[in-house]
């Protein structure tokens, strides 16, 4: 279903996420007070406009308030992060998304109703270092401090070997939620009669500090 977005901020942060949003194939209306930065993106969104989105008049006379989404994704400046937010919010969007410097400032977020907060630097230095320590670690999403959902490259361990067979739950203490086979092939709750082959990637789940158990 094609959706509504408003990208409001437009450094490296906000740039990557109105362009990926777009490619995506949604509809993006992003907004920055420098014109440098709204050329520089003026042909890979539906609309770029130069304003300051802490006017909430002209965020009214450019229809934000019909939108779906919003990201508010400037993060120096903490006042206009927090008022944009809160604006947003009382304008009525459904689902507000803000990007915060700090644990405090994304407190302060949660607390005038953004209904996600995301802490950018924060979660590409958790994914990078995972990437350092453990080489087959593709992608990760937290769960929590302890939990986290992994997509790892197959080890040669596992190779033509079934999910019973490894065991992954008494072995490792982890669980194996899907398989991906292709890009367009995946296995979701495979059963143990699953086998893995070469160059399948495994979705799996738990305690961040079991990963190290799991052979390269």
Known sequence: ??????????GRFGTSVARTISELGHDVLAIDKD???????????????????????VLRTLGVRNLDIAVVAMGDDLEANILIT??????????????AQSTQHGKV?????????????KDMGIRVAH????????????????YSIFEI???SHFINKSLGELDFRAVYGISVIAIKKTEDEIIIAPGANAVINHGDILVIVGNKKLLAKLPD
């Open 153 to 155: 490259l197959a080890s």
């Open 131 to 146: 990437n350092l320590v453990t080489s087959n670690v593709m992608d990760f999403i937290e769960l929590s401090p302890q």
């Open 35 to 57: 014109e440098t930065m709204v050329q520089a993106i003026m042909n890979d969104v539906t609309q770029a406009v130069q304003a300051d989105a802490r006017d909430e008049e």
């Open 1 to 10: 279903m094609r959706k509504q977005f408003v990208v409001i901020g437009l």
């Open 86 to 99: 809160l604006m947003l919010k009382e304008m009525g969007i459904p689902y507000v998304i803000a990007k």
């Open 109 to 121: 977020l949660e607390k005038i109703g953004a209904d996600k907060v995301i802490y950018p630097e």
